[in-house]
């Protein structure tokens, strides 16, 4: 199995890019604004509402549990001994009460597990009722903006305790500063409000909002089900409420960090939360059809370090017309917004003529475009050499009195990573017949290779890299290598096999030469070390019949060792460590890049001594440059899998991060700094030979997270996530956060989620502002969509004219030059 067929599924075409740029840009000029309720004005300056609040309580749902709502003391602290309105949920958690309240203060709702015992909770990991124990409880909170008549809606839930939490801790306590201050903090770290989002299990949730929390309160469990946070004395319940208090310590509003205590007492509290959300990700049962990338941005928040972790100033309450304050703030601050976005980017994303990321971008991708780290290329040609030598080692020893020798394959034409033999000429005419005879080795480095089928027969192509090695009287062995297509032809009924094609991919050159040196732990014995030097034909594009480069120049050192990998108590497989430099030219003379190994180390087959995969692949420090561009960075291949088809070792795991920089006139200018992490799942149970569908697919989650400069612009911090499945033609998911930080500081924090339509629905949207609670959705491809602060609508933007039209009538341009 390639990369290359998921990549022709993967080309799902973005649901008008504009149109979400545009939306992203609206809720970022909106900051500053808005309530959280849907509204009747009491007109004659009246400051009291009459509230009808709703909700689920949940953890998982609540059964059987006391809800009561209290007013906030003049001191910042709930007021337990007076309640405003009580009830009791029912058995699927819901809610309702009513109660007055005075505009703009705060009101906690607290759930309680009744001292009888009879409260229960729909536990995620069991999948059972368990009671909670006397003394449980959860709270949320509510600030009416707007007097009259209110409905509106809180969800309860450890995450609605750790907004409480967070504002009860502030200086003041639970004023209505520090209470929007919290819910935006705890909101940016989640990438949805918790107070506001309803509260349902995996299997019934239906907005990606709901999805999302519904991810979250499973991971709760599975870390009161691991005893989690010192959370493993008592029973069920008892874990549970443990679990809760602690995410409920570990909140405030100056962090998106979650931690409690200090010193050596320290707990780190979003660690703990993001292990048990990756164990619910990666366990169907937990996260049912939710997409792992619906969660990309609270695992890279979960993940922030020092001043990443600081949080966005929450928008300012609202005043007396908050509608008014949220379009006076988009009028204010769209000039500045449209500033930085026109000069970061410019519109169609491929001019050297505008915008300061899309000069960088441009002139990388001029300098980048078409070349592949050649990683690949060092891994098997390198390995594939290693392993002719110890095949010519071993039989001259006396060790074994095999003529052949490969990596991967069945037997009857399967794909092989490499295979090689000993002849008797440099033509790899004659296969050798033991020591007497064997004076040539010949290899071949698999990089792509199809199978078709007769009637007959099977038949395999494959584009290869082709070695003749030929021992040296020093224990140096020289080769030459050409690129070739070679095809074979493999009998059903005898399982013999011939070459019927071995074509050379580039008949105008000299072959390829060099030389590989051997360090031997004793005379014709174990590789211990080696050297590399001399030329590599050009390499093999990848999912390409074609080559994408002229040849190469290798420099390569490296120490060979056995040692125990982790997958057993006696499991080993063999790694290099090496270093070196791997150069990549075009034609003759004009080279186009530069793969530096720094350090390293690289797996020299996919399994153990044992037939065992091994645990990492490549874990390799680098430098790629080319003559206008370069990424300096870590590269890593991990936890190997072997498809149902029994032909191929797959890695499930990689990442790639560093930086990316531009160069001209000898200065260099870093404009990213990015982490791509590609996590396969599936792949045990995929078989490459038959064709893809609902029962025979594998999915991959891809996360892009890190940062964008600009000369003298404001920072772009980002996290992107897709999920896909290789029968799909677009993707399950796709997530997106933003955060722009002028000075160090964050200033918004735009969050998104896409999702394409199946049979029978259309493709949803849904875009967040945290700090200002501003929300834009939409479904399908409607030619306009509404603008929203908390639940009031403020404004419709038109997506042919790229007007945002306010509900007082008045106006903007979202055209920002995208």
């Known amino acids: 199995m390639t990369y290359a067929s998921f990549r022709r599924r993967a080309s799902w075409r973005p649901l008008t890019l504009s149109t979400t740029l545009i939306a992203a840009a609206a809720l970022a000029a909106c900051g500053g604004g808005g309530g959280s309720d849907d509204s009747t004005t009491g007109g004659g300056g009246t400051t009291t509402s009459a509230v009808a609040l709703s909700g689920t309580a949940s953890k998982g749902l609540m059964a059987n549990a006391d809800v009561k709502v209290h007013p906030v003391a003049a001191d910042g602290s709930v007021d337990l001994t007076t309640t405003l309105a009580s009830t009791t949920t029912d058995a699927e958690g819901r809610y309702s ?98 107070t506001a989002v309803s509260a349902r299990p995996v299997g019934s949730a239906q907005s990606e909002d709901e999805k999302k929390m519904a991810v979250m309160l499973a991971a709760v ?116 917004i449209r500033s930085d976005w026109g000069a970061m980017f410019s519109r169609g994303g491929a001019s050297l003529s505008g915008g300061a990321v899309n000069i960088q971008a441009w002139q990388f991708r001029s300098a980048m475009e078409g070349i592949e780290v050649p990683v690949d290329m060092l891994v ?24 052949t020798r490969s990596r991967g394959g069945d037997g009857q034409g399967g794909p092989v990573a490499g295979a090689c033999g000993l002849f008797t000429a440099t033509d790899l005419s004659t296969r050798a017949t033991g020591t007497a005879d064997a004076r040539v080795v010949g290899c071949r480095a698999v990089y792509r290779s199809s199978r078709s089928f007769t009637q007959n027969a099977i038949v395999t192509t494959e584009w290869v890299h082709g070695f003749t090695l030929e021992p040296q009287a020093d224990g140096s062995f020289t080769y030459v290598s050409r690129a070739r297509q070679r095809v074979s032809s493999c009998d059903y009924s005898s399982g013999a096999c011939t070459v019927t094609a071995n074509t050379v991919l580039q008949p105008q050159l000299e072959a390829s030469a060099g030389r590989l040196v051997p360090t031997l732990d004793t005379p014709l014995g174990t590789i211990r070390g080696f050297t590399l030097a001399g030329d590599l034909p050009g390499g093999v594009g990848k999912g390409s019949d074609t080559l994408g480069s002229h040849h190469h120049a290798i420099a390569l050192t490296g120490s060979i060792s056995t040692a125990a990998d982790g997958l057993s108590a006696t499991s080993q497989s063999d790694t290099y460590a090496v270093s070196g430099t791997l150069k990549a030219y075009s034609d003759a003379s004009t080279e186009i890049g530069t793969l530096t190994l720094r350090s390293g180390q690289l797996a020299m087959s996919t399994l153990t001594a044992g037939g065992a995969p091994v645990g990492t692949l490549a874990d390799l420090n680098l430098l790629w440059t080319t003559p206008g561009a370069e990424f300096e960075g870590t590269f890593k291949l991990k936890d190997v899998v072997l498809t149902r088809s029994g032909e191929s070792w797959l890695p499930t795991f990689g990442q790639l991060s560093g930086a990316l920089r531009t160069t001209r006139d000898g200065v260099s200018t870093e404009f990213l700094k990015a982490t791509l992490e590609a996590r396969i799942s599936g792949a045990g149970s995929y078989d490459e030979r038959e064709a893809d569908s609902a029962g025979n697919r594998f999915g991959v989650d891809l996360t892009l997270t890190g940062t964008v400069t600009a000369p003298q612009r404001p920072v772009l911090e980002f996290t992107l996530g897709t999920t896909m499945h290789s029968d799909q033609e677009s993707p399950d998911a796709v997530s997106f956060q933003y955060r722009t930080l002028v000075g160090g500081t964050p200033r918004m924090v735009v969050s998104g989620t896409a999702t394409p339509g199946s049979e029978g629905s259309d493709a949803r949207f849904m875009l967040r502002e945290a700090t200002s609670k501003l929300s834009l959705g939409w479904t399908g491809q409607p030619s306009s969509a509404e603008l929203k602060a908390g639940d009031t609508l403020i404004g419709r933007i038109d997506a042919s004219t790229r007007m945002l039209t306010f509900t007082d009538g008045s106006f903007v341009s979202l055209d920002i030059g995208l």
């Not at 009513?98 to 009744?114: E, G, H, M, N």
């Not at 999948?127 to 003394?135: D, F, I, V």
């Not at 691991?226 to 100056?254: I, K, N, P, W, Y």
């Open 221 to 336: 469990s599975q870390m009161a089900s691991g005893g989690q946070l010192g959370c493993g004395d008592g029973d069920a319940g008892a874990r549970t409420r443990c679990v809760v208090e602690a995410l409920s310590a570990s909140a405030s509003t100056s962090s998106l960090k979650l931690a409690s205590g200090s010193g050596g007492a320290a707990v780190d509290v979003s660690g703990a939360l993001s292990s048990a959300l990756g164990t619910v990700l990666t366990t169907p049962k937990l996260s049912g059809s939710v997409p792992g990338s619906l969660l990309a941005g609270v695992i890279a928040n979960l993940g922030c370090k020092d001043s990443g972790c600081t949080p966005a100033a929450a928008g300012g309450s609202g005043g007396s017309d908050p509608t008014a304050t949220a379009i006076a703030a988009a009028r204010l601050l769209f000039n500045e």
């Open 380 to 403: 098997k040609d390198t390995g594939t050499m290693l392993m002719g030598v110890d095949l010519y080692n071993d039989l001259m020893a006396g060790r074994s009195t095999q003529t």
């Open 97 to 194: 009460l009513s109660f007055d309240a005075t505009v703009s203060r705060p009101y906690v709702v607290r759930v309680s597990a009744k001292a009888d015992g009879s409260t229960t909770h729909l536990d995620e990991v069991t999948g059972t009722a368990q009671p909670l124990p006397a003394g449980f409880s959860m709270r949320s909170v509510i600030t009416p903006s707007q007097a009259g008549t209110v409905t509106t809606s809180a969800s309860i839930t450890p995450f609605s305790e750790m907004v409480v939490a967070a504002a009860e801790r502030a200086g003041g306590g639970i004023s209505a500063g520090n209470t929007a201050q919290a819910v935006s903090t705890v909101s940016q770290l989640l990438g949805f409000d918790p």
